[in-house]
């Protein structure tokens, strides 16, 4: 298929573009931008010619496709919550053409076979490209080692225990270690649960009030202290999952400022949200790490604006009906995030804490570089990963309209402007909404 993509705002961070102009696809690559178009001599095909589909996107936002690094697609094991096929179709609607997925599977992502069955159903979907993310630990039981290599060469791009935390240090440093000598990911997911243990929402006023056991910002804290200096003493690299706090901004700021290898990621909720939305007791809100207080959603909109943060991911964490429509103590946490993440960011931009340009980087290039992805740019002969965004469009948000098979979702009934209008995967389009 060729397409011409005419009259949108290309922003491609990867190359510092952002103006108006033309995107010719070609044979499931980026064949051209406007420029390039008009150096090469090409005309600008006629209407009605067969060859070629064109598309005014005038008003539009051309970008890179989007990358969500941080999704759990339940399957193999929780079909009943979501499965690749259906994750992948709420990515497409949500924007997303690349999504990585995190091993918390039944059985767990710790070995070749399973890789493999991911890798093998995504491309039976064939929908978006989907990047499986294996255990650090066999079994996520913080133990053993998994065979780092052997996952590699299966078509894992990451390594992370997400959902637990490795919580000895000595198998965290080996982790760190051997990831590094293969040039791997490892994804820390920064808890320690002595100091977490019992709680179910962010220790503070609210949980005083409504009488909660409460998960202290520490406990998040000083698992990232713990893996920072890891990462500077072994010189290896690390990637901070699901940041909540203002004490883990501020350590990553200082890490960074030291020259240690780290970057890390924050979730819309996180920005979005604090605890006082846990006053309705709504199981949709109870996610982990919890939402926090409001100087905590502060800390975190400043490290995304300076640049502490250097992903926005959505953590998507889906859920049937039986595992949220229960007493909050025994809900599960978690919140289905792929179809709203991108709204939810671009509140970023009309609050003026990201531009558009940063805000996509956030999304796209950032992600793809991290897990050493040939994706997040629109440079002639990448891949044709396309998202078109209408920043006018008003939409309320409907969780009964989800592709997801997750329902639970906290902006339920929300005002929302801008959302993705066309998704583009290998040059086909698999989603459009105008």
Same mark, same amino acid.
């Given at each position: 298929?060729?397409?011409?993509?005419?009259?949108?705002?290309?922003?491609?961070?990867?190359?510092?573009?952002?103006?108006?102009?033309?995107?010719?696809?070609?044979?499931?690559?980026?064949?051209?931008?406007?420029?390039?178009?008009?150096?090469?001599?090409?005309?600008?095909?006629?209407?009605?010619?067969?060859?070629?589909?064109?598309?005014?996107?005038?008003?539009?936002?051309?970008?890179?496709?989007?990358?969500?690094?941080?999704?759990?697609?339940?399957?193999?094991?929780?079909?009943?919550?979501?499965?690749?096929?259906?994750?992948?179709?709420?990515?497409?609607?949500?924007?997303?053409?690349?999504?990585?997925?995190?091993?918390?599977?039944?059985?767990?992502?710790?070995?070749?076979?399973?890789?493999?069955?991911?890798?093998?159903? =995504? %491309? @039976?979907? *064939? $929908?978006?490209?989907?990047?499986? &993310? #294996?255990?650090?630990?066999?079994?996520?039981?913080?133990?053993? +080692?998994?065979?780092?290599?052997?996952?590699?060469?299966?078509?894992?791009?990451?390594?992370?225990?997400?959902?637990?935390?490795?919580?000895?240090?000595?198998?965290?440093?080996?982790?760190?270690?051997?990831?590094?000598?293969?040039?791997?990911?490892?994804?820390?997911?920064?808890?320690?649960?002595?100091?977490?243990?019992?709680?179910?929402?962010?220790?503070?006023?609210? =949980? %005083? @009030?409504? *009488? $909660?056991?409460?998960?202290?910002? &520490? #406990?998040?804290?000083?698992?990232?202290?713990?893996?920072?200096? +890891?990462?500077?003493?072994?010189?290896?690299?690390?990637?901070?999952?699901?940041?909540?706090?203002?004490?883990?901004?501020?350590?990553?700021?200082?890490?960074?400022?030291?020259?240690?290898?780290?970057?890390?990621?924050?979730?819309?909720?996180?920005?979005?949200?604090?605890?006082?939305?846990?006053?309705?007791?709504?199981?949709?809100?109870?996610?982990?790490?919890?939402?926090?207080?409001?100087?905590?959603?502060?800390?975190?909109?400043?490290?995304?604006?300076?640049?502490?943060?250097?992903?926005?991911?959505?953590?998507?964490?889906?859920?049937?009906?039986?595992?949220?429509?229960?007493?909050?103590?025994?809900?599960?946490?978690?919140?289905?995030?792929?179809?709203?993440?991108?709204?939810?960011?671009?509140?970023?931009?009309?609050?003026?804490?990201?531009?558009?340009?940063?805000?996509?980087?956030?999304?796209?290039?950032?992600?793809?570089?991290?897990?050493?992805?040939?994706?997040?740019?629109?440079?002639?002969?990448?891949?044709?990963?396309?998202?078109?965004?209408?920043?006018?469009?008003?939409?309320?948000?409907?969780?009964?309209?989800?592709?997801?098979?997750?329902?639970?979702?906290?902006?339920?009934?929300?005002?929302?402007?801008?959302?993705?209008?066309?998704?583009?995967?290998?040059?086909?389009?698999?989603?459009?909404?105008?």
């Amino acid at each position: 298929m060729t397409l011409l993509l005419k009259d949108g705002r290309v922003v491609d961070p990867s190359r510092k573009a952002d103006a108006v102009g033309y995107l010719l696809i070609e044979n499931g690559k980026i064949a051209g931008s406007g420029k390039e178009l008009r150096r090469a001599g090409k005309n600008t095909p006629r209407k009605g010619d067969p060859a070629m589909e064109i598309l005014d996107l005038r008003g539009k936002i051309v970008v890179p496709g989007l990358i969500d690094m941080h999704t759990h697609l339940r399957e193999p094991g929780f079909e009943y919550r979501e499965t690749i096929a259906s994750g992948s179709e709420a990515a497409l609607a949500g924007g997303f053409t690349s999504i990585a997925c995190m091993p918390n599977t039944n059985p767990v992502n710790d070995n070749r076979s399973v890789t493999e069955y991911i890798c093998r159903k =995504a %491309t @039976e979907c *064939g $929908l978006v490209n989907v990047y499986p &993310v #294996a255990a650090i630990s066999v079994k996520s039981e913080g133990a053993f +080692l998994t065979e780092f290599q052997d996952l590699k060469a299966a078509g894992a791009v990451g390594l992370s225990d997400d959902g637990k935390p490795v919580m000895n240090a000595a198998l965290m440093r080996r982790a760190l270690e051997y990831a590094s000598s293969i040039d791997m990911p490892v994804i820390a997911h920064c808890e320690d649960r002595d100091l977490s243990a019992g709680g179910l929402m962010h220790e503070g006023f609210v =949980a %005083t @009030e409504l *009488g $909660l056991p409460g998960i202290p910002a &520490v #406990a998040e804290e000083v698992m990232v202290a713990r893996d920072l200096l +890891l990462a500077e003493f072994t010189g290896a690299a690390v990637h901070i999952a699901h940041v909540s706090t203002a004490g883990s901004v501020r350590l990553i700021r200082e890490a960074k400022v030291r020259g240690v290898r780290v970057t890390a990621e924050t979730a819309p909720h996180y920005f979005t949200l604090t605890d006082e939305v846990l006053r309705g007791f709504d199981t949709n809100t109870k996610v982990y790490p919890p939402l926090r207080g409001a100087e905590d959603v502060a800390a975190v909109r400043e490290g995304l604006r300076d640049g502490t943060l250097d992903v926005i991911a959505s953590d998507h964490a889906p859920h049937a009906r039986t595992d949220k429509e229960v007493e909050f103590e025994y809900a599960a946490s978690g919140l289905t995030g792929l179809e709203t993440s991108l709204s939810l960011s671009l509140r970023l931009v009309a609050d003026g804490i990201l531009t558009i340009p940063a805000l996509i980087e956030k999304m796209t290039v950032n992600p793809a570089g991290i897990l050493r992805l040939p994706k997040g740019t629109l440079a002639v002969g990448a891949d044709a990963d396309i998202t078109v965004i209408d920043p006018d469009r008003e939409w309320i948000v409907d969780r009964k309209l989800f592709r997801s098979r997750g329902k639970n979702s906290p902006f339920h009934g929300w005002n929302m402007k801008g959302m993705a209008v066309l998704t583009i995967v290998g040059g086909h389009i698999r989603y459009r909404d105008f």
